[in-house]
């Protein structure tokens, strides 16, 4: 019957809705995604037609409304026709520097106008900005820039972020580096003052004939991705895909979208900044968020689209209640991680009229949204959607143990039904089936790819990601295999934050995992240790995990809990085993071995027991 119903959905003049409501009482769900992906593919079809690019785009809206305010931040208005002249000066100094379009300049600024107008000024000489994570450490630095190729590397104001290039300066192989911020004589030898570059650049502008030479599938920027290995990896993102995000909630030219999230990430960034240049809307840009101004920002700005992630909404309900809080003018909030258990208490006490909750990935072939205001859901996955969508998605049975689809006697996967969990999996049509994910890691590449699916020849993308479907084919998040843990927004890698355990002296062993924290987003970060000669873990070994952490892995990367063990959880194949590890977490109730916290107070790990086990409970804020 549903056959009948899906091939018979353009022609089936006779048929009545309300009969199909009846039969399926799903399907408006499905209509309402329908009809939005039928917006979408009509506005990406035209900007294909058009042959623009986002930043052709900026420049039409900067000649036809070139007082409008583009960025808002700390009170000062940025109109349009302002940014796009300090854009100017930016392409008027990299054209100097003898790069061809398709080269790569690393950038690492923080949320303030300067990231966008440096962000633009190479894109209008078809340059491509790899999008450098301002809080990494030491080496996972220098090598997400190596990483990505760049001929040059730019550095945005703050000295917090020239200290940390200035820690690395060796690695990165003499390339030039530019700092904002301050003049030559304010700095050491080896560097050079971007803002004298700029004094002395010209406004005007830059003919886009420069950048003739891109294609549609020219990688215009890398959003970096933890992978499932590993340090940082460089994902090549095509601006087109990217800022249909917000399309999702229909902005429009009309709308003001609210921004804490960090542009160098693909929400705050490639959804936020670039879901706001296409339509031609104005963005409310703030440094990094903050519980206690977030609705002062919304009423104040009459901001109409908020971006979130999950954690941002916890905070904010631990806030006392506030006039600003439901006297604004918000429309819609667009993000992902809403938990389930407080999504209606958001909704209900900031009065936000429509929540997106939405799934994807930055080297992800598609994305899932929830457009039905259905609490915890992160999209849907109906045998109607599926038959309509260009790139076939399901979930499909997995080996918890190796992270692996299982195989039927003929070799396939196998797909779950309504009540089951499964692992996420999206066709590739036929021209994208050898695509790179990653700029310089193959082997990451082949990782992410599931070959003979369903037939001999075909190739899914492999999201790492177990989704639960309900008998409404709604599709809910459930957890993420493999070699990663989500903390903070964050996605963290194992192998990355074990490697760096290890080259301490005294641990033979890491085995990094993410264990659930009740009444916490996401899970935080744990190692399971065995020491050489099996050592105890002295007062003065802790400290030393402690500020080693500290020193090298990214608040969000620190292991909050360490686990002491004689031997090693190993499987047959001597490869790490984490499934036990997970399931007891750092319970003192069920495991026998020595636990560790990390105390923020003390600076150091300190034993669990039964009191220190009660407030990391009852704690909300962690």
């Known amino acids: 019957m549903l056959d009948k119903v899906v091939y018979g959905v353009a022609g089936a003049a006779g048929a009545s809705v309300v009969a199909w409501k009846t039969m399926f009482?799903?399907?408006?769900?499905?209509l309402k995604i329908i009809k939005v992906q039928k917006?979408?593919?009509t506005e990406k079809d035209k900007d294909l037609e058009s042959g623009e690019f986002l930043i052709d785009r900026f420049e039409k809206h900067v000649y036809n409304q070139p007082r409008k305010p583009f960025i808002i931040f700390e009170g000062n208005v940025f109109t349009y026709e302002y940014i796009d002249q300090q854009a100017n000066r930016v392409a008027n100094v990299v054209r100097t520097w003898g790069l061809s379009v398709g080269d790569t300049v690393a950038m690492m600024i923080y949320n303030e106008p300067a990231f966008v107008w440096t962000f633009l000024g190479l894109q209008k000489m078809g340059i491509e900005a790899a999008l450098i994570n301002f809080n990494l450490p030491h080496k996972q630095l220098s090598h997400s820039v190596n990483a990505s190729g760049a001929k040059a590397f730019i550095v945005g104001p703050g000295a917090e972020l020239f200290d940390a290039v200035h820690a690395e300066e060796e690695e990165f192989g003499g390339m030039p580096i530019y700092i904002q911020g301050c003049s030559a004589n304010q700095m050491p030898t080896g560097y050079i003052s971007f803002d004298d570059l700029m004094a002395a650049s010209s406004p005007a502008g830059v003919d886009g004939s420069v950048r003739a030479a891109l294609t549609p599938m020219s990688p215009v920027c890398y959003i970096y991705t933890s992978g499932t290995t590993g340090l940082p990896k460089p994902a090549p993102v095509s601006l087109r895909e990217m800022s249909i995000g917000l399309a999702i909630a229909n902005c429009t030219s009309n709308d003001i979208v609210y921004t804490v999230l960090p542009l160098y990430h693909s929400s705050g960034g490639g959804i936020g900044l670039f879901g706001t240049i296409k339509v031609g809307a104005t963005m409310v840009l703030r440094r990094k968020f903050s519980a206690s101004h977030f609705w002062e920002d919304c009423s104040c700005y009459r901001v109409t689209i908020?971006?979130?992630?999950?954690?941002?909404?916890?905070?904010l309900l631990s806030r006392p209640e506030s006039l600003d809080e439901k006297s604004h003018q918000i429309r819609a909030a667009f993000g992902n991680g809403l938990r389930r258990d407080i999504w209606k208490q958001v909704q209900t006490r900031f009065k936000i009229p429509q929540i997106i909750e939405f799934f994807g990935a930055t080297e992800g072939n598609t994305m899932l949204f929830n457009l039905s205001n259905k609490p915890g859901a992160i999209g849907r996955l109906s045998p109607l959607l599926q038959r309509l969508s260009p790139n076939y998605q399901t979930?499909?049975?997995?080996?918890?143990?190796?992270a692996e689809p299982i195989r039927d006697s003929n070799g396939h996967c196998i797909e779950v039904k309504p009540g089951e969990k499964g692992l996420f999996i999206s066709?590739?049509?036929p021209e994208m089936k050898e695509v790179n994910f990653y700029k310089a890691s193959q082997e990451a590449n082949e990782k992410k790819r599931v070959r003979n699916v369903f037939k001999k020849g075909d190739s899914y993308f492999n999201f790492g990601d177990i989704f639960y479907l309900d008998g409404d084919y709604f599709v809910y998040f459930v957890d993420r295999i493999g070699d990663t843990f989500r903390w903070k927004?964050?996605?963290v890698s194992t192998t990355e934050v074990a490697n760096i355990l290890t080259s301490l002296d005294f641990i033979h062993d890491a085995n990094v995992y993410g264990v659930t924290i009740p009444g916490q987003d996401g899970r935080a970060g744990m190692a399971a240790l065995t020491l050489y000669d099996d050592k105890p873990l002295t007062h003065e070994l802790l400290r030393k995990i402690w500020k080693h952490c500290e020193e090298n892995l990214a608040t969000y990367a620190r292991p909050m809990f360490l686990r002491l063990q004689k031997e090693a959880t190993l499987t047959a194949t001597f490869k790490q085993r984490k499934v036990e590890l997970v399931k007891?977490?750092?319970d003192i109730n069920l495991v026998d071995d020595p636990l560790y916290f990390a105390d923020q107070v003390?600076?150091?790990y300190i034993p669990i027991k039964q009191d220190t086990y009660s407030r990391i409970l009852t704690t909300s804020k962690l």
């Open 39 to 41: 917006r979408l593919k």
């Open 25 to 30: 009482p799903w399907i408006n769900h499905d």
């Open 584 to 586: 007891e977490g750092f």
């Open 306 to 315: 908020i971006q979130y992630i999950g954690e941002l909404f916890r905070y």
């Open 395 to 402: 979930l499909v049975k997995y080996d918890i143990a190796t």
């Open 427 to 429: 066709a590739f049509a």
């Open 489 to 491: 927004g964050e996605n």
């Open 602 to 604: 003390t600076k150091s």
